[in-house]
């Protein structure tokens, strides 16, 4: 359809393209055009080849030479006065279509001379209060004219604000003992760097639990990564309480260079999560270092259990699973627990630090909880323990609030399933890059993290959703993240999620794996800010684990794109099509904005390529 | 001759009210209904006598004899032109039926240039000004719906009254200039017109190319002007009023023969016995059936699909007894529906065509299902359920949107009511999408011998000289 001058102004950098047939002689206008938004489709379909298509900057105005048809791109040929192009102004734009990524980030400041004195350059910042004595100014001069372009900066200088001062609203110290090596022995102990579990300790496992049928424990060493191992259930740190801690505070013990690794099948033979599993050899499967996976050197603990058969894709077989395997975890927690400080190789402090007077902004993420083998445990005792644990089904799947240094501490106990390239393993919340961005970042004030469960039956996602939003405005958030695990289903919570909140007034990112296969299968007005987290080369799951997960670079981008819609700067909407470029034009907007270097994780392409990945994926 | 039915509205506005009752004698030219509200007098068009008054119309039974002469319109001696035109009931014949007596009110001298809407008028310099010093009469000898033939007829063979009668529209008005808009492919008409002309220096002719539509009021606006008027100004905010010439030519008779408006001129033609040429008829009265105007042109040539009233774009479809008004211009009779087994089909509507229950008739006709409807973007509704207008006729805004539409919705066919252009796009990616396109006039341009509606062949640019 035609377009206003409205419109090609928006698309000034976009194709231009004939809406109907023109007749030589005429001058381009935007009512000569197509709207852009369409090309995609067209282009797909074959009706388009936009190959030497100039801009609508650059036609409009000019003369047309020959006679065209409708849907016929505007090249140089075909016209006369073709204006040059202008530089593509840097906006952030949005990575999933239908939702779009990064808004720009930076506001440039403002050198104020009042009497030549006064110099205030502000880099980047937002909210920023400032108070300068007027006498300062030499008898009140005008503080300074500052330039519309800079608003973030005017809001700052006008009125005359108390400096918010951080508050430190809670504390959590890890204490980091090292491992090099595991081996089985008479009883479970850590004698140095050496951790030994008792031998015979399978038994116990199996006997928890009647729908565990058999149980093997393996220690995987680097030189034992080429191992075949059936679909990893999970990733846990190996962490306890440390005396009367609570979760969340106090201090919390974690082994260094070991991770506990659940894998499993039930009886015949089927994958916990067949049909998207990571079954495997492991080294071909797991995609190293990010945040819910093992690192490259680090030694597994990796417990196969076998569920009763056709229990895996009920809830009760991975449930059973889990409790069942972290006996051998609390069996080495105990030991923990009396292990001497001198042993301490590392000691962290994380601070949940309010920023009153920053843009107060709250993480929501939404978990798995459509039953069967989807849930997780919200608040063990211990971290990414089993026992006082809440399942998120039972729990009815509704908002539940917890502190930044909770979801690091080890909150969420994982149960995760079905396609394991977009699912946060436990240890994932563990390291949780978005909190810890946010945690981190001077320019915002993290109020909390919200989890919300993704009930299976469309009625139940709208009722936790509602309840997601009135959560937020309670709150009086001035931002928000949404973030989800997996694609398809969770999508509608997702979108509601956003919705719900975004219809509040509140700016809302949105964070998930998205690309090409789990493109958003809703949308609405408010995904307008989206940061799509794949990582894969052809933008799918391909039961890498974990590769499509939050990663560090995920949540730089969504604070920057949070950062902007709050400051009602404009976000591009995202292109129809995956475009991976999208991402890495708003990682350049932000290392030029911050002036700091973004490293970027590597994909599958790093990893051994396995018979499965060829043959499905390739 | 069969009864003659008089429709009790035969114009926009409200129905007049019938002031004569069964078995009462009338003549040619006796006043027999008159207006509630906005509208116009109406006038026996035969001798005869009442049979019966309805609700909608009075049926007359015509007499053996049928004289020429006619009853003149009552008015006094000193009588102003516009009030003759006024007691004459005349009407705007092209096909709209507004009243003309109450258009022609107006004095274009002291009529304000309206508000231009820049968005659409792009190319207009902002000191922009008419070519006039009070005010233009436009005729509309476009006659634009394709296979009718009695307005360039009349041109040819009554120009000097259709000349008196844009003189007369010029004086009430206050107009020092008039414009005939007129194809440029009527060339006799035009070299009559051009010799007419010889000697009246403000009036001029302004030539169209052969596309449709060209004959929409604003069109001929802006064809003749060079302004584009939205779709809520009337031709008045270009200091204009246009006219058709045949109401021009009914303008004449009222004032010089005191006539009042009791004929029509009109075109039948399509599937008839004897070939599908036009017959053209001058002056049959009003009322008359149109079985009997088909008789009259030679009868059905065997087996049809429709009778369409007026043309093929705006018309409507009727039957054998329903009589023809002020406002007929066509009687068509066309070819067979194609039969299309229930497929899925999209219905285009615009304003340039029927309405949405005119497609949905035709595809009903055609034995497809409406599964999706898209509606032109240019066509406007002023108000809810008010007729389409375009934004910008004959001009189109692009179309691929609504051919995605169609192949979402897993249309087979689709219908479009396009104008030429808006047809041509259709056409660029339609088939491509593997949609398969009708047009609304495609049986009735197989059924009069005129090219189809599909793409467009012709230049949408004509020169202004007379190089025939």
Known sequence: MSITAETAKAHAHDPAVLCCRAEAGITIEPANLEDPAIFDDLVDSGLLNLDGCLTIEEVLGAKLTKTCDSLAPLTADVLDGVKAPSVSAPAVEEEVAEEAPVAAAPAAAVPVAAGGVLKIHIGEGKDIDLQIPVGALGGGAAVAEVPAAAAVAADAVAPAATVGEEKIVGTLTRKHFNITEVKRGPETKIEGTVLTIREGIEADVIADQELVKDFKLEIITPELYHTYSETVMDVQP????????????????????????????????????????????????????????????????????????????????????????????????????????????????????RRPGKKKVVIVKEIMGQGAMHDNFILPVEPVGILGARANVDLGNVPVCVSPLEVLDGCIHALTCIGPASKEMSRHYWREPLVLEALHDEEVDLCGVIFVGSPQINAEKFYVSRRVGHTVEMLDADGAFVTTEGFGNNHIDFASHIEQIGMRGVPTVGMSYCAVQGALVVGNKYMQYMVDNNKSEAGIENEILGNNTLCPEDAVRALAMLKAAMAGEDVKAAEKKWNPNVKSTNVELIEGAYGTKIDLVGNEQELPMSEKRRLKYS | MGNVQMLLRQHVGAPCAAIVKAGDEVKKGTLIATPTGLGANIFSSVYGKVTEVTDDRIIIEPSEEQPDEFVPIDVPEDASKLDMVKAAGVVGLGGAGFPTGIKLNINLAETPMGELDPEINPELPADFKLDCEKGYILINAAECEPGLEHNIRQIEEQCDKVIRGVKYCMEITNADKAIFAIKKKNQKAIKTLQKALESEPAIS????????????????????????????????????????????????????????????????????????????????????????????????????????????????????DAPITKTTGGILVTVEFPDLHGANVGLLVCACGGNEDRMREICEKMNGKVVSVARCKQAIENKPGAPLKCLRPGNCPGQVKNNMQFKKDKCEYIIIGNCSDCSNTVMASGPKMGLKVFHQTDHVMRSVGHALYRTLKVSKQVSQDIDF
């Open chain 1, 238 to 353: 190996i962490a306890t309480k440390e005396g009367d801690s609570e979760l969340g505070s106090g201090v919390t013990r974690v082994l260094d260079g070991v991770v506990m690794m659940l894998t499993g099948v039930d009886e015949g033979g089927v994958q916990i999560g067949e049909f998207g599993s990571s079954e495997g050899y492991l080294d071909e499967n797991i995609m190293w270092g990010r945040p819910g996976c093992p690192d490259k050197g680090e030694i597994f603990i990796k417990g196969n259990i076998v569920i009763q058969e056709k229990t895996n894709m009920e809830r009760r077989g991975p449930m059973a699973a889990h409790t069942a395997f972290d006996i051998i975890t609390q069996e080495i927690r105990e030991v923990m627990k009396k292990l001497d400080e001198s042993l301490v190789v590392d000691t962290q402090e994380l601070k949940s630090i």
């Open chain 2, 205 to 320: 002719m302004h030539l169209l190319p052969d596309i449709y539509p060209m004959g929409e009021e604003r069109a001929v606006v802006r064809e003749c002007l060079g302004v584009n008027l939205t779709t809520m100004q009337l031709p008045s905010a270009a200091k204009s009023v246009v006219v058709n010439l045949e109401t021009a030519a009914k303008i004449a008779e009222a004032i010089d023969e005191k006539k009042p408006c009791i004929t029509k001129n009109l075109t039948v033609r399509g599937k008839l016995n004897g070939g599908n040429g036009a017959h053209v008829f001058m002056d049959v009265p009003v009322g008359t059936s149109v079985g009997e105007l088909i008789e009259r042109a030679g009868g059905i040539d065997g087996k049809y699909g429709e009778i369409v009233m007026g043309g093929a774009f705006t018309g409507k479809s009727t039957d054998f």
